[in-house]
């Protein structure tokens, strides 16, 4: 079966540096199967790259090889890498955006790329390494080099991680979480899954006091609610309108989870039996 290929990028699409990254792959390995996650990141936002990679990665089969090109710091002193888990691999610059997938997944080996065998070029562009390094690496090991040939070892604590900080259990029941993300609806993704949520009954954010329930279309017409997104994690939304422009919301800004609601573990037992 051919090997799995993801792309996640903030290029956007006006431009062909999507299709110039394809290309590179396909002129190596062919056969492989190449797959846009997105390339509307936000320039430069790896924290928005970390997420998109992690709400992704469960949901591609074995041997896939995620290639991620957000890459402010292109040119650098910032590592190229590639990562090894249990059952994929990670490819792209060694500044945060594979966080997220180090932190809930694990990884078992990254190596430095620094053999240009492997590259498209033995001198790649300052500016796209997309082009010149990653696809080039993400093909080859579609096409069965050994992850070890790509380059010398490097060691798993010395990655470049993004931290998000954990929920604050307070002593009184309230949670503290944060928002991590904001997707493209509004909505305000928040650090807090659905074990921590289970048990509570509202949740806080800035002057608006949100209830918690199954679906987007629980409460009416342009009334916030909170639900367990489709990701796991607790998100704020709109119905019908925009969370992030109704509460004026920003990553990184503090939720907090309060009360006591008997609907609220059937409603997270009504979505796992849906998933």
Not at 56 to 84: N, S
């Amino acid at each position: 079966m051919p090997t799995c290929i993801t792309l996640l990028t903030d290029f956007g699409l006006q431009d062909p540096y999507v299709g110039v990254m394809k290309g590179a792959i396909a002129t190596i390995c062919p056969q492989a199967t190449v797959i846009d996650l997105t390339h509307q990141i936000s320039p430069q936002d790896i924290a928005a790259a970390r997420f998109a990679l992690l709400s992704a990665y469960p949901y591609f089969p074995q041997g896939t090889i995620h290639t991620v090109v957000v890459d402010p710091g292109v040119g650098t002193a910032r590592r190229a890498i590639a990562l090894r888990t249990e059952s994929d691999y990670l490819v792209g610059p060694d500044n945060g955006v594979f966080s997220g997938v180090i932190q809930h997944h694990g990884v078992e080996a990254a190596v430095t790329l620094t053999n240009p065998e492997y590259w498209r070029s033995p001198k790649p562009s300052q500016t796209f390494h997309g082009r010149d390094i990653f696809a080039p690496v993400a093909a080859h090991l579609a096409a069965g080099v050994a992850f070890a040939d790509l380059g010398p070892a490097i060691a798993l604590d010395t990655l470049v991680t993004l931290e998000m900080p954990p929920p604050v259990h307070q002593s009184d029941g309230i949670v503290i979480g944060q928002i991590q993300a904001i997707d493209y609806f509004g909505n305000l993704i928040t650090n807090l899954d659905r074990a921590i949520v289970a048990g509570h009954g509202s949740i806080v954010l800035g002057p608006h006091v949100i209830p918690l329930d199954a679906t987007y279309s629980a409460v009416p017409v342009g009334s916030l609610v909170a639900l367990i997104g489709s990701h796991g994690w607790l998100e704020v939304a709109c119905n019908g309108s925009r969370a992030q422009a109704d509460c004026g919301a920003q990553v990184g800004d503090r939720v907090y989870l309060q009360g006591d609601q008997s609907i609220l573990p059937n409603c997270i037992g009504e979505i796992e039996a849906t998933q």
